[in-house]
């Protein structure tokens, strides 16, 4: 298969970069070259086509490392990631508004800072398994039991979509809420400790890093693993609860087919080029041969169900969405409520000012993000947003 990439040489690992290079903000550019030059990255940087300037790491970027890992690299939204399931309902089967339906699911579901009024985890939350268990207080303990199956705010939504059949699906995106940011503030921290304590001087301290057989390491490690399995049953009851919320308004709604899973800020264990690697993805899912995913656009747009096509210079990953444009603080400057009201036209969602840094215009042109990743993903199904529920 021919890449797409082009190859940027630095002082130390190359780039691979699945997109124009004059488009990426020059401090992404600066930000991906001292990531490359950090001393145990293997082989090289891949860059996605959705990549833009993040906050510990280039957002859009899959790197791979030897017996070491950056925490803020990985960031604090761990295990961020995404849902998609399709219905056996259709388009005809609507009513004319649905903002009944929208309400329904904002009942069940918490957003923004909100919890359940009690547990709903659905089977016990082992929070002692934590390594940092002791450092946490009985509020961020108690909270985090009444988060799982809550939405957050920010980039985080709940979706109804139609796919080209007029099919009717169910899309969220969510993470591991305020125990992963608690969690992985504290590790970021103790990292940075690490550094200061090796009198490693940084070319920033966000690039701090823990080295394997090291407690601080481990102890990392078991975090991050249990942060991005919290993710994940988020995302399951969140689901759950949504499905409940619309048999309110369709008693018969089912559940077709498989549904699509996948996190996109996280790290696994992988071979690649025939060697066992740490993958930090932030801000890129995993698109093996054969592997289901789910990029989407923005509300307003199109998002894509797509499957992997195993490409080894990206190691075997892809984008996790259109990335954004402009920063949050530019869009709010630049956009107003009657640009937002146009560019959500005909989706049901909030059209208020505490989501305009949210706008469609605010982020990169997906069918663009996906014609420049057609080497590593294909596209198996497309959907357009109907309804959009927002933190």
Same mark, same amino acid.
């Given at each position: 298969m021919e890449s797409k990439a082009h190859t940027l040489e630095s002082k130390g690992k190359p780039l691979k970069i699945w997109t124009d290079i004059s488009g990426i903000e020059p401090e992404a550019m600066e930000q991906l070259y001292r990531i490359s030059r950090m001393p145990f990255i293997y082989d090289h940087v891949a860059v996605m086509p959705d990549v833009?300037?993040?906050?510990?790491?280039?957002?859009?970027?899959?790197?791979?490392?030897?017996?070491?890992?950056?925490?803020?690299?990985?960031?604090?939204?761990?295990?961020?990631?995404?849902l998609a399931?399709?219905?056996?309902?259709?388009?005809?089967?609507?009513?004319?508004?649905?903002?009944?339906?929208?309400?329904?699911?904002?009942?069940?579901?918490?957003?923004?800072?909100?919890?359940?009024?009690?547990?709903?985890?659905g089977k016990k939350l082992e929070l002692k398994e934590l390594s940092l268990y002791d450092q946490l207080d009985d509020k961020t303990l108690e909270k985090a039991t009444r988060q799982v199956g809550t939405l957050g705010g920010g980039n985080h939504f709940i979706e109804l979509c139609l796919d080209q059949e007029n099919q009717?699906?169910?899309?969220?995106?969510?993470?591991?809420?305020?125990?992963?940011?608690?969690?992985?503030?504290?590790?970021i921290t103790i990292a940075k400790g690490v550094?200061? &304590?090796?009198? =490693?001087?940084?070319?920033?301290?966000? %690039?701090?890093? @823990?080295?394997?057989? +090291?407690?601080?390491? /481990?102890?990392?490690?078991?975090?991050?693993?249990?942060c991005q399995e919290y993710a994940l049953e988020n995302r399951k009851v969140m689901f759950q609860n949504i499905v409940q919320a619309l048999k309110k308004s369709f008693p018969n709604l089912q559940i077709e087919g498989e549904i699509t899973s996948c996190h996109h800020n996280y790290v696994s264990v992988e071979n690649h080029f025939g060697e066992n690697v740490f993958v930090t993805?932030?801000?890129?899912?995993?698109?093996?041969?054969?592997?289901?995913?789910?990029?989407?656009?923005?509300?307003?747009?199109?998002?894509?169900?797509?499957?992997?096509?195993?490409?080894?210079?990206s190691f075997n990953s892809c984008s996790h969405g259109a990335g954004r444009r402009? &920063?949050?603080? =530019?869009?709010?400057?630049?956009?107003? %409520?009657?640009? @937002?009201?146009?560019? +959500?036209?005909?989706? /049901?969602?909030?059209?208020?000012?505490?989501?305009?840094?949210?706008?469609?215009g605010a982020y990169k042109?997906?069918?663009?993000?996906?014609?420049?990743?057609s080497d590593l993903v294909e596209v198996v199904t497309i959907l357009k947003q109907i309804l959009c529920v927002k933190g």
């Open positions: 833009h300037l993040g906050k510990g790491a280039t957002v859009g970027s899959v790197i791979a490392t030897k017996e070491a890992i950056m925490p803020a690299a990985v960031g604090v939204d761990i295990g961020c990631g995404m399931a399709r219905t056996n309902l259709n388009a005809s089967d609507l009513p004319d508004s649905l903002l009944k339906i929208r309400s329904d699911i904002e009942k069940i579901v918490p957003v923004g800072f909100d919890c359940h009024p009690d547990e709903r985890f009717i699906w169910i899309m969220l995106h969510s993470g591991s809420r305020n125990i992963g940011k608690t969690i992985a503030e504290k590790h550094m200061k &304590s090796l009198l =490693k001087n940084l070319e920033d301290p966000d %690039l701090a890093y @823990l080295t394997a057989r +090291t407690p601080e390491f /481990e102890h990392y490690i078991n975090d991050l693993f249990w993805r932030k801000g890129a899912i995993k698109a093996e041969k054969g592997d289901l995913g789910i990029i989407p656009g923005s509300m307003g747009t199109k998002s894509y169900i797509v499957r992997g096509k195993g490409n080894p210079e402009m &920063s949050r603080a =530019k869009a709010k400057k630049v956009f107003t %409520l009657e640009d @937002l009201k146009k560019q +959500t036209s005909g989706v /049901e969602c909030r059209k208020d000012s505490g989501i305009i840094d949210e706008i469609p042109d997906i069918d663009q993000v996906m014609e420049n990743q």
